[in-house]
């Protein structure tokens, strides 16, 4: 029994990798540190961000090793990904879940990642005015277009043309929030 325990737990500790980076806590201390974060099978560089959304795992410069959940510790920073480092906040709207952080500004977007069936997906979160709403799923075009109708332009060509894809809220975002920047 514990030899097939250990064969069916083995793949959880083979794709497991540890990645620089720092915590900070809720007391705006920093806390450099490793993470232990789920990775893809064939590039340990590839992390599994849904092994760190609910809790993260460090084990500190000092050999301590720590677990928090998202109401405990503001953010983290995760370096050394394959594609780019990682970071993640709290949000006091929402303390179930850590969210990537991308852009920040009137209208702020964020990450979220689950699994399901053994894959990876990722959802798209605005928040906007203090409230958070999940992009992804039917009708993305028009929730999207209820949150940037306050710059005409860039809502007309949201809904009424195809120069954006459903695809591309990293870019309209980054346009909206220029647009109000003063």
């Not at 991308?102 to 005015?129: D, Q, R």
């Not at 992009?135 to 007309?156: C, M, N, Q, V």
Request: overall charge positive; some cysteine.
């Amino acid at each position: 029994m514990r030899l097939l325990t250990f064969l069916l737990l083995l793949p959880l500790f083979v794709h497991s990798q540890k990645f620089d980076g720092y915590v900070v806590n809720n007391a705006n201390d920093t806390i450099h540190c490793k993470f232990f974060i789920g990775t893809h099978s064939v590039d340990e560089k590839i992390p599994y961000p849904s092994t760190v959304c609910k809790k993260v795992k460090i084990l500190t410069d000092n050999g301590e090793k720590m677990t928090f959940k998202p109401a405990q510790i503001k953010s983290f920073f995760i370096k050394g990904t394959k594609d780019c480092d990682l970071k993640f906040v709290s949000l006091k709207e929402d303390d179930d879940q850590f969210y990537q952080e991308l852009i920040i500004g009137k209208l702020s977007l964020y990450k979220i990642y689950f699994t399901s069936y053994g894959n990876e997906f990722s959802n798209g979160v605005i928040m906007k005015e203090g409230k958070l709403y999940k992009i992804a799923g039917f009708g993305t075009r028009k929730k999207f277009g209820w949150l940037i109708e306050d710059y005409p332009e860039l809502y007309d060509k949201w809904i009424n043309s195809e120069e954006y894809k459903l695809n591309q809220f990293q870019e309209l975002v980054g346009l909206y929030n220029e647009h109000f920047k003063n």
